[in-house]
């Protein structure tokens, strides 16, 4: 059972037929991505726990998956309680999925290098916390996803602004934010790290990504840092992940501050599933992040995780608000060569809203992301009501 049904869901949910499972696909809403290909469908308000585990019992599934960070997380340690497997875990997921709690765990007990940070529950708070760490300061909604409440802010004016979005866009009712010390960065990248059951922690090569708005935009694979960087990272993502437990793929993601060649690796977020810029590995990896996901959680061996080349992927992002969507322009972006595009068929279209993907190859990480990127701009999406 899928406990969330967007375009990382769907990828999952055929993945996971693929291998013989059957996939029941839970969601807020009808006919979300993952729905269109799932043996069944649920609807359900994500957010209330008694919903969520009346689903759960109703159709006992062997594997719940959480695939988004909107949902009643508390309500998955009673569930696994009685004998439900989550995955990875009940505690991994509700760790993660609030900013509080997996940035105490990676900066206390385990030391790993983060940026300073600080946490407010009013503007006045939010104002004292800022102080310490010097202009701009980023600031976040403890609970949130895909950048809804994220604010980079200049200077004490902006407070308040900063205080109002965050909590507009926080999940839940508490109010409490996280502040962050604006860290001047070389690169940020994504490190799939697989953990299985009973088998070393392996890792794909490294992910580059751009985000805006908190959300991400392109992603590339492999991304190029030196060799003392990436056992670095590959160390601390190893003891987080181990912390946490459980099997599956986990998104980690890090920070390389300073001079090329001589950057500071910095623990930055992690989530326990598929990652929105691991899409890439569909064109650039033998074994797609979707696939070593089933694998690791299925019990089933991964002989070898193998970069196929450069690849790269761009958003496809919708202008206008609708739920009549269509898209124009597919057949100019697969006339480039080594492109593939994924149109998600999610119902309904807002402004920025992610309703697709560009994925190209190339002889070197500029053609791929130059094929990727021109691909996406030659798809339009429109929508109206």
């Known amino acids: 059972m899928l406990l969330g049904s967007g375009e990382l869901g769907k ?27 799932a043996d069944e ?7 209330d726990p008694e919903a969520l585990k009346a689903a759960v019992r109703r159709h006992q599934p062997d594997l719940v998956i959480p ?64 102080a310490p760490l010097g202009w701009p300061v980023v600031v976040k909604p403890v609970m949130s996803s895909s950048g809804k409440g994220q604010s980079l802010v200049q200077g004490p004016e902006q407070i308040a602004a900063a205080w109002e979005a965050a909590l507009a866009g926080a999940r839940g009712a508490g109010a409490r934010v996280i502040v962050e010390e604006f860290l001047r960065f070389e690169l940020e990248i994504t490190l799939l790290t697989v953990k299985q059951w009973d088998g070393p922690t392996l890792f794909c090569p490294p992910i580059g990504h751009i985000q805006e708005r908190g959300d991400y935009q392109c992603s590339w694979q492999p991304a190029v840092l030196g060799t003392e960087q990436l056992q670095a990272a590959q160390a601390m993502a190893r ?61 089933l061996p991964i002989p070898e995780i193998r970069s196929l080349g450069p690849a790269a992927s761009r958003v496809i992002l919708a202008a206008a608000a609708g739920s009549i969507v269509a898209y124009d322009g597919v057949a100019a972006a697969l006339a480039i060569p080594e492109t593939q595009v994924l149109l998600f068929g999610k119902p309904e279209a807002r402004p920025l809203r992610r309703m697709g993907v560009a994925l190209a190859r190339g002889d070197n990480e500029l053609q791929a992301r130059q094929r990727a990127d021109a691909a996406a701009s030659r798809i339009r999406v429109s929508a109206s009501r």
């Open 41 to 47: 469908s649920e609807v359900v308000a994500m957010a």
């Open 239 to 299: 003891s987080v992940t181990d912390e946490l437990g459980g099997a599956g793929l986990f998104g980690v993601e890090f920070f390389l501050c300073g001079s090329p060649g001589q950057e500071e690796v910095v623990f930055s977020e992690l989530s326990p599933r598929p990652h929105d810029t691991g899409l890439v590995t569909l064109m650039g990896q033998n074994l797609s992040e979707f696939e070593l996901h089933l694998r690791a959680v299925l019990g």
């Open 67 to 130: 695939e988004i960070e909107a949902l009643a997380v508390d309500a998955l340690a009673e569930l696994e309680a009685e004998g439900i497997t989550i995955i990875p875990t009940a505690r991994a997921t509700a760790v993660t999925m609030n900013r509080d709690r997996i940035r105490d765990l990676a900066a206390g007990p385990l030391g790993l290098r983060t940026a300073r940070f600080a946490y407010a529950e009013s503007a006045a708070e939010l104002a004292a916390a800022t």
């Open 11 to 37: 990828e999952v949910a055929i993945a996971a037929q693929r291998l013989g499972c059957r996939v029941i696909a839970v969601d807020r809403y009808p006919g979300a991505p993952a729905m269109q290909v």
